[in-house]
Structure formats: C-alpha cells, structure tokens
C-alpha cells in the first residue's frame, strides 16, 4: 500500500509539474504577486495570447492608463488559457475579464486536430467560471485573420475563424454578454483584416492596436 501510494504522489508530482509547464503557470505569477490590493478602481484583465501579450507590452501607457492588466501569452491554445484562468484572473481579484483567444487552436499549435467544438467549449468555461466568481466576462470574436505564416498548409483559416465567431457572436446575444468584434475597425469589404493593421494577418501593428484600443473602451462603458 505504501509502495502505491508513492508510485501514485510521484505520478501526482509529475502531473503538476507538466500542467504547470503546459499552461505557463510562472509567465505571470510574480507579477500577480506584485499587484497592490484592489481598492477602488476595478481591475479588468485582459486575457488570451500573442495579440493581448504584445498588446501589453508594445503599449503599456494605454493599459496603465486604464486599470487593465495583461495577462496574454504569446502561443496559448484555449485549453492553455483554462488551465491558467483561476491563477490570471480570479486569484488577482479582477473585475472583469476580456478575452481574446482561439487562432493557435485553429494553427494546432499544441500539436491536435482543431476543434471548434472544443474551443467553443474552453471559452465558454472561462466565462462559467467568471460568471460563478462575480467577474464580467466580455468575448471577443478572433480578429478576422486569414493565413498563419507559421502553419501555411492550413488553407481554411479565414472559414474556421468565421465559423467560431458566429457562434461566440450568438451565445453573447443570448446570455447578454458584451462581444466585441475588432473586424468592424480592422477588415475591408472582404471581412479580412486590411494590411495597413496587420503585417502577417494576425498579429496587428500599431496602427491596429490604436483602432482595437477606441472599439474596446468604447464597448467598456
């Protein structure tokens, strides 16, 4: 009995140990710990991948400025995002909560078959576990990106990115949740993100972020 019940702490231990290394759990634990305590002006994280961690860093005025904290994280599936959602969102007492994620699902950055399903679901048990913590969840639709230069066989990006955005777009509108759609600041007549926005369709450039910035704030009040 003793012999199992070391056998089964060791595969607890490196079971820990992997989900903390596959969910980035030291990304952002520090500055969690750094945060001063929440007084009187809300706190609303900004969540999800390269596009918020790039966000945050390239315009840190525009996040000071405003009480949001970035919490992105350059190549996280949606999966990844869950696993971390108590430690980057809730454990840091945020009001809110703006989540913007689900491209490297579609570009399989984890290494599975994309499943829309299965993202569709991971979002929507981030906003579960929002809602049941009293924090304000607010969606927002993939940017209207239509290649990934890191996975160019995928030749569908445009159509899997549309389809998931349809069905975030319909389940905000029934549950009364704030969505917001950065394809009405960023696309072109297509629906596909103009170049002048974005140099590789996904990632957006300054130019870009200042559009997102004004549509955000906007949809925030």
């Known amino acids: 009995m003793k012999r199992f019940l070391s056998v089964f702490a060791a595969f607890a ?9 596959v969910a980035h759990l030291s990304r952002y634990a520090a500055a969690n710990e750094a945060l001063p305590p929440v007084c009187c002006t809300p706190r609303i994280v900004l969540y999800g991948d390269s ?11 525009f996040f000071a400025q405003n009480g949001f904290v970035g ?13 971390r959602f108590r430690q980057d969102v809730l454990d840091i007492h945020a009001s809110a909560f703006v989540l913007l994620g ?3 699902d579609i570009a399989q950055n984890m290494g599975d078959p994309y499943v829309e399903d299965l993202t569709y679901a991971n979002i929507l048990s981030m906003i ?5 913590n009293g924090v304000r969840p607010v969606i927002c639709a993939l ?11 995928i030749t569908d990006t445009f159509e899997k990115v549309q389809s998931l955005n349809a069905r975030l777009r319909a389940y905000c509108e ?4 704030t969505f917001i759609d950065y394809a009405e600041v960023l696309a072109g007549p297509d629906g ?25 704030l906007d949809k925030l009040r």
């Open 13 to 21: 231990g490196l079971f820990a140990a992997q989900a903390q290394n």
């Open 51 to 61: 596009i918020t961690d790039g966000w945050a860093s390239q315009r840190p005025d």
């Open 71 to 83: 919490r992105g994280i350059s190549g996280e599936e949606t999966a990844q995002m869950l696993l």
């Open 102 to 104: 689900g491209i490297n």
């Open 128 to 132: 579960d576990l929002a809602w049941q």
């Open 143 to 153: 940017l209207p990106s239509y290649s990934l230069r890191w996975r160019p066989e």
């Open 174 to 177: 029934r549950h009364g949740i």
């Open 192 to 216: 596909k993100i103009l170049p002048e926005f974005s140099g590789d369709t996904v990632h957006p450039n300054a130019a870009g972020y200042a559009r997102m910035e004004q549509l955000l």
